[in-house]
């Protein structure tokens, strides 16, 4: 109902509406020492994007979500346990779980800003750690998005130039599930320069806080406090009768956390990580031909036993490719 009336109200308003079939026929990945593996072979699942935005004077509304999400035929994988953020331990489409809300929220325009309020996606850059999960990905797939509940003030300083401060609640994303008591707040400040033009360049930050087992007794919490710094830059240009699109992005995480020990730091670790991906894509003017060149850096930890945390991981909707992120890390 109130759907309705939002759309009744609006004097100009898009909508989307996309139907995902995807057919597989994967190998069993070895998941364990012991042997253990996926054990899946043919497998079709599916997801129903339905969403709305809309505009009345200086008010702005959007509704969105996927039905139907997950496996309908096929094998379940064979790994114990119902950590997996697909869900492809049963055939459960048509069933709650199927159901992610991923946006519904309202803004105004004012003489001072913008301001914005309730769930939405995050996304930055390249979606290499805050990612919607919206893009066509050229590898892989895209299945989650990152959601939050947010508070999002907009301006512009200067021409040219955006600023964004935001307060979240997370509602889901790679490290956090507030629906399985990993509650996280974090405060975002970005900086963009030309925001919607052929080149554009940015500075995001985020400091979060992070704790487990938030809803069980006193006394069972981990905690993490991290922040990061990431910089996005992207020129879009022809190139005779080619067009060149060239992107980058870098990011580093930096804190403190409980959630993960190891055997020679038993209190806390030092997070101290970091990521860095480029891409080039070039296209001929009828857009029938395009080369794409990728690449992508991340630190690793080649000492799990010392009092810091290394390792960086891309985002999982992040265009990575079809069996690391989609197979070996959800296993």
């Given at each position: 109902?109130?759907?309705?009336?939002?759309i009744?109200f609006?004097?100009?308003?898009?909508?989307?509406?996309?139907?995902?079939?995807?057919?597989?026929?994967?190998?069993?990945?070895?998941?364990?020492?012991?042997?253990g593996?996926?054990?899946?072979?043919f497998?079709?699942?599916?997801?129903?994007r339905?969403?709305?935005d809309?505009?009345?004077g200086?008010?702005?509304?959007?509704?969105?979500s996927d039905?139907?999400?997950?496996?309908?035929?096929?094998?379940?994988?064979?790994?114990?346990?119902?950590?997996?953020?697909?869900?492809?331990?049963?055939?459960?489409?048509?069933?709650v779980?199927?159901?992610a809300?991923?946006?519904?929220?309202?803004?105004?325009?004012?003489?001072?800003g913008k301001?914005?309020?309730?769930?939405?996606?995050s996304?930055?850059?390249?979606?290499?750690?805050?990612n919607?999960?919206?893009?066509?990905p050229?590898?892989?797939?895209?299945?989650?998005?990152?959601?939050?509940?947010r508070?999002r003030?907009g301006?512009?300083p200067a021409?040219?130039?955006?600023?964004?401060?935001a307060a979240?609640?997370v509602?889901?994303?790679?490290?956090?599930?507030?629906?399985?008591?990993?509650?996280a707040?974090?405060?975002?400040?970005?900086?963009?320069?030309?925001?919607?033009?052929?080149?554009?360049?940015g500075?995001?930050?985020v400091?979060?806080?992070?704790?487990?087992?938030?809803?069980?007794?006193?006394?069972?919490?981990?905690f993490?406090?991290?922040?990061?710094?990431d910089?996005?830059?992207?020129?879009?240009?022809p190139?005779g009768?080619?067009?060149?699109?060239?992107?980058v992005?870098?990011?580093?995480?930096?804190g403190r956390t409980?959630r993960?020990?190891?055997y020679?730091?038993?209190?806390?670790l030092?997070v101290?990580?970091a990521g860095l991906?480029?891409?080039?894509?070039?296209?001929?003017?009828k857009?029938?031909?395009?080369?794409?060149?990728?690449g992508?850096?991340?630190?690793?930890?080649?000492?799990?036993?010392?009092g810091?945390?290394?390792?960086f991981?891309?985002?999982?909707?992040?265009?990575?490719?079809?069996?690391l992120?989609?197979?070996?890390?959800?296993?």
């Amino acid at each position: 109902m109130i759907l309705l009336a939002c759309i009744s109200f609006a004097e100009e308003w898009t909508d989307l509406a996309e139907y995902r079939a995807i057919a597989t026929i994967a190998p069993g990945m070895v998941t364990d020492t012991g042997g253990g593996s996926s054990a899946q072979g043919f497998v079709l699942d599916q997801r129903l994007r339905l969403g709305v935005d809309g505009k009345a004077g200086a008010w702005r509304f959007a509704a969105e979500s996927d039905f139907l999400s997950g496996q309908v035929l096929g094998d379940t994988w064979g790994i114990p346990g119902e950590e997996d953020d697909r869900r492809r331990w049963a055939l459960d489409s048509f069933s709650v779980s199927g159901i992610a809300p991923r946006r519904l929220s309202g803004g105004v325009d004012t003489g001072v800003g913008k301001f914005d309020l309730g769930l939405t996606m995050s996304n930055w850059g390249l979606g290499l750690v805050a990612n919607d999960g919206a893009a066509d990905p050229l590898f892989g797939r895209t299945d989650f998005g990152d959601r939050v509940f947010r508070l999002r003030y907009g301006t512009q300083p200067a021409e040219h130039w955006t600023l964004v401060v935001a307060a979240d609640l997370v509602a889901a994303d790679d490290s956090a599930e507030l629906l399985d008591g990993q509650a996280a707040g974090q405060g975002v400040v970005a900086l963009v320069y030309g925001a919607r033009g052929p080149t554009t360049a940015g500075l995001y930050g985020v400091f979060r806080h992070q704790v487990e087992n938030a809803f069980d007794p006193p006394g069972n919490e981990r905690f993490t406090d991290v922040g990061v710094l990431d910089a996005y830059a992207r020129v879009q240009r022809p190139l005779g009768k080619w067009s060149l699109d060239a992107a980058v992005e870098g990011a580093g995480i930096f804190g403190r956390t409980d959630r993960a020990l190891s055997y020679n730091a038993r209190d806390a670790l030092d997070v101290r990580s970091a990521g860095l991906v480029g891409r080039v894509v070039a296209t001929d003017a009828k857009d029938r031909l395009g080369v794409h060149l990728r690449g992508g850096f991340a630190t690793a930890d080649g000492n799990p036993d010392d009092g810091a945390s290394n390792a960086f991981t891309f985002d999982r909707d992040f265009d990575a490719g079809v069996v690391l992120f989609d197979e070996v890390q959800g296993a």
